[in-house]
């Protein structure tokens, strides 16, 4: 017998044919005598909705109690299709019992919004599945130290289950989503995009991190810590396709590198709308401008991501840098009041209008010219780059957001992704 999670995503509980089409799979997998946990996100929309309700209440300058209000909001969303589960599950004859992240304990720490699980007590759990019951672990959501709610960031039912499977040494972790695996980019842009039948996990963590939203990036980061099999696969297939079949379909993550591994020297591309672009414009040009102005954004708490400094100019240079959306106004502020005055910098400009485009691949390890094909392919369309950085396996532009689908549609040609070039 073994143990087994499933995640079922927004879409795949979007509705209440929806959620007894996952009853249906469930309990088709617990009749096969398989132990079963499963983590369900919302109903699709569902987050969006109560966060923007919050929005519209929400005062000038949210204090850290807003954002624990935030929390307690946004985890009802789970928590409601959580118990939807289960009673479709009952009514399948499935027995059957849900509980929320701190019933479990899932213990979190403190960062509302983006929370990160330190501990899951899986005892309740077992107890149950060794009853012969199927166990819903609600996603998304913890419990801190103090006993607030907390939430694990967008897309965090990923993390859920696959902190769950690793907590209980569990065999497999299936993340059911609304496409049928990973894609060498996101099929919504990219029509004929190739699913792969295997992803190696530092690639799949490149690319999530790099903003592929198809698995949240701490559920990557926690399958390769602990070893976690896991596989993303399609809830829309006929929910009594052979049971053989459906654990063999989808993307599976690799650890290791085997013989049936694509061989790609490219193998994804990824993008992200959620940066923006601020420099700082006429800074003195001496030793220690980055600290200062970087050491500012980083007792904030803001993170950055890509970094660039221009060529000095008559002793003054510019220097700019990227972070996320939601930081943009509060980065924009910091510098004009506390670090321009002191740096005697000339200016603080914002361009929110940015994307970050990435290729990502093992192979570009072993090969050279990689890059300069990326920089010629965007060249080609006419597009400026703004920014690059590069690690070992892979390289990121930042360019203007009008011409992302270009380039991710150029870029798919260009290293031979597309279906039909196998
Ligand atoms: P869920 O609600 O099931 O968690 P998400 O919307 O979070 O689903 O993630 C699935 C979506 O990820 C797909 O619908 C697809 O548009 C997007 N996506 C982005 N990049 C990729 C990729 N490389 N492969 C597959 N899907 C991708
Ligand atoms: N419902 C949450 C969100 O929309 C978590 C998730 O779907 O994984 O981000
Ligand atoms: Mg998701």
Known sequence: MSLIVHKYGGTSMGSTERISSVAKRVAKWARAGHQMVVVPSAMSGETNRLLALAKELAPATPSDSYYRELDMLAATGEQASSALLAIALQAQGVDSVSYTGWQIPIRTDSAYTKARIESIDDARVRADLEAGKVVIVTGFQGQDAKGNITTLGRGGSDTSAVAVAAAMKADECLIYTDVDGVYTTDPRVVSDARRLSTVSFEEMLEMASLGSKVLQIRSVEFAGKYKVKLRVLSSFTPWDIDIVEEARSGTLITFEEDENME?????????NRDETKVSVLGVPDKPGIAYQI?????????????????????????FSFTVNHSDHARTI??????????LGAQEVVG????????????????????????????????????????????????????????AVRALHKAFGLECDSK
């Open 263 to 271: 061989k790609a020297i490219v193998s994804g591309i990824a993008f």
């Open 294 to 318: 970087l050491g500012a954004v980083a007792d904030a708490n803001i993170e950055v991501d890509m970094i660039i400094q221009n060529i000095s100019k008559d002793g003054k240079t510019d």
């Open 333 to 342: 502020d910091l510098l004009k009041t506390q670090v321009v005055p002191k």
């Open 351 to 406: 361009d929110t209008k940015i994307c970050k485009v990435s290729i990502v691949g093992i192979g570009m390890r072993s090969h050279v010219g990689v890059a300069s094909t990326m920089f010629r392919t965007l060249s080609e369309e006419g597009i400026n780059i703004q920014m690059i950085s590069t690690s070992e396996i892979k390289t990121s532009v930042v360019i203007d957001e009008k011409y992302m689908e270009l």
